[in-house]
Nanobody
Framework: VQLVESGGGLVQPGGSLRLSCAAF????????MSWYRQAPGKEREFVAR?????????DYADSVKGRFTISRDNAKNTVYLQMNSLKPEDTAVYYC???????WGQGTQVTVSS
């Protein structure tokens, strides 16, 4: 079982990034999936969650509502996080997580700075 994130990088305030998380070794469509983030010196925090199968249900942290969108492509075993209107306080390592399990990705760094 493995989760592999990609798509992080350096972006200016107000910019956009799309993170991807490819899943391996389990039946991806049957699991809710989520994104978390951890900023330097802070605890890991919830960002977004998407329900299994069709992904009809989503949930977001208040701090990212209206700016971030989580989605999934079960044919590609991939979950995405589209991040728009990025702010410096969004700077963190972003982790993909298989909901309700101990499965985490290795993380991808997102830095928002001018």
């Amino acid at each position: 079982v493995q989760l592999v994130e990609s798509g992080g990088g350096l972006v200016q305030p107000g910019g956009s990034l799309r993170l991807s998380c490819a899943a391996f070794g389990f039946t991806f469509s049957t699991y809710d999936m989520s994104w978390y983030r951890q900023a330097p010196g802070k605890e890991r925090e919830f960002v977004a969650r998407i329900s299994n199968f069709g992904g009809s249900s989503t949930d977001y942290a208040d701090s990212v509502k209206g700016r971030f969108t989580i989605s999934r492509d079960n044919a590609k075993n991939t979950v995405y996080l589209q991040m728009n209107s990025l702010k410096p306080e969004d700077t963190a390592v972003y982790y993909c997580h298989r909901w309700g399990t101990g499965t985490w990705g290795q993380g991808t760094q997102v830095t928002v700075s001018s």
